[in-house]
């Protein structure tokens, strides 16, 4: 009797050791499905979040965040014309929740963005009769204005987007109000004073069509130009807005090194894979850009064709294949959105299009590449 009660509490006590071990063996194959966990120690995986996702009104949006992504970033309210619509009168509402968010679920957070033409309120350049501020005055309000929201956030927010977009495709100075009042001390004065309000962050330029031959070379000479004036800049951020056929990967990659040689971080900021038709060649990224809907520029309301799907795979597999190349220099790579649905692509340059950027579809569900993706990275481990 004793010899067969020892045998059942035997079996009981295998079973349940199969069992715990079957446990164990499906969260690490669950684990190994999530792209955060795929680069791991190679760099951050990081996605935009728009207001549903702040207010926590898009849970199931949410639910993906926390299983693939470990790095966030605001799309817009952290912007100078949301954040401060009249001069002294803060609204941080929306960017206290966004940092809530942030600390609640661990992730890295990243500011976004400091100095930027577009998006800027009115008042920052002008008087009380309409005509531009003097350079001091522009100064001043720079200076109060990154002070008050990045000393907001100290300790907290662990890098920022201090200058957005200051220069051309061709290499030369956007001509913006900023740069028209102040010239190109505008830049060393942002990351200056983001530095004083909060000496332990990380400073980033981030910009569009960075693969651009012009472009890359302008702004490498702006960043010998900042770090010969000793002023601290710890990346670049190259948007990744690419479409099926821009920018070429080679050039790309030219970029990342050419920027990874300065000594800095090279960051994929807002990256999206548009499959849609360009109105005209080369738009880069500039929000102020419109064109009039046309039917022949909105091809997959119902859904992608099968050659297009492969294009789009294709693509996503290559840039994926350059940035594990590179890991060493890129410290983080970014989704300008969770799920197509959150994508500014279908509003933009045409309003009202359908447009399958990311790497989830409108339901949530991982695209076929991701498990691609999943698998290219883990197979440098």
Do not use: C
């Not at 071990?21 to 728009?50: P, R």
């Not at 942030?102 to 957070?109: K, L, P, R, T, V």
């Amino acid at each position: 009797m004793k010899t067969t009660h020892l045998r059942k509490i035997g079996l009981v006590l295998s079973v349940i050791l199969l069992a715990s071990f079957s446990i164990q063996n499906h969260i690490k194959n669950d684990d190994e499905l999530f792209l955060q966990s795929a680069f791991e120690g190679k760099f951050l995986f990081g996605a935009a979040l728009n207001n549903d996702h702040i207010n926590r009104k898009d849970v199931r949006g949410l639910d993906v965040l926390n299983k693939h992504f470990n790095s966030i970033v605001a799309e817009n309210i952290m912007k100078s014309g949301m954040i401060q619509p009249t001069e002294g009168n803060f609204n941080f509402t929306m960017a206290d929740k966004f940092v809530e968010l942030g600390q609640e679920g661990n992730y890295h957070m990243v500011g976004h963005t400091l100095v930027w033409h577009s998006q800027a309120p009115r008042w920052f350049f002008t008087d009380s009769e309409g005509k531009d501020v003097s350079p001091e005055v522009l100064t001043q309000r720079m200076r109060d204005h990154i002070h008050t929201v990045v000393g907001r956030y100290k300790g907290k927010i662990k890098g920022w987007d201090v200058v957005n977009e200051t220069i051309l495709d061709d290499g030369s100075w956007r001509n913006s109000k900023f740069y028209q009042i102040l010239g190109e001390d505008f830049v060393k004065l942002a990351f200056q004073f983001a530095h004083e309000a909060d000496p332990e962050a990380e400073l980033y330029y981030n910009d569009y069509s960075m693969a651009n031959p012009g472009k890359r070379e302008g702004v490498v000479r702006m960043v010998k130009n900042l770090q010969e004036q000793g002023v601290r800049i710890d990346g670049v951020g190259m948007q990744g807005h690419i479409g099926l056929d821009y920018p070429t990967v080679d050039e790309f990659e030219k970029s990342i090194v050419a920027f990874s040689n300065l000594g800095i971080t090279v960051m994929i900021t807002e990256l999206d894979l548009s499959v849609l038709p360009s109105p005209r060649r080369d738009m880069g990224a500039d929000v102020a850009t419109n064109v009039e809907y046309q039917q022949r520029l909105n091809p997959y309301t119902e859904g992608l064709p099968d050659d297009i799907q492969k294009k789009f795979d294709q693509r996503y597999r290559d840039f994926f294949g350059l940035f594990l190349k590179h890991h060493d220099k890129i410290s983080r790579v970014t989704l300008w959105g969770i799920q197509d649905g959150d994508s500014w692509k279908n509003g933009w340059p045409v309003r009202g299009r359908t447009d399958y950027p990311l790497l989830f579809n409108r339901d949530y569900t991982p695209k076929n590449i991701v498990s691609e993706i999943i698998a290219m990275a883990r197979a440098q481990h």
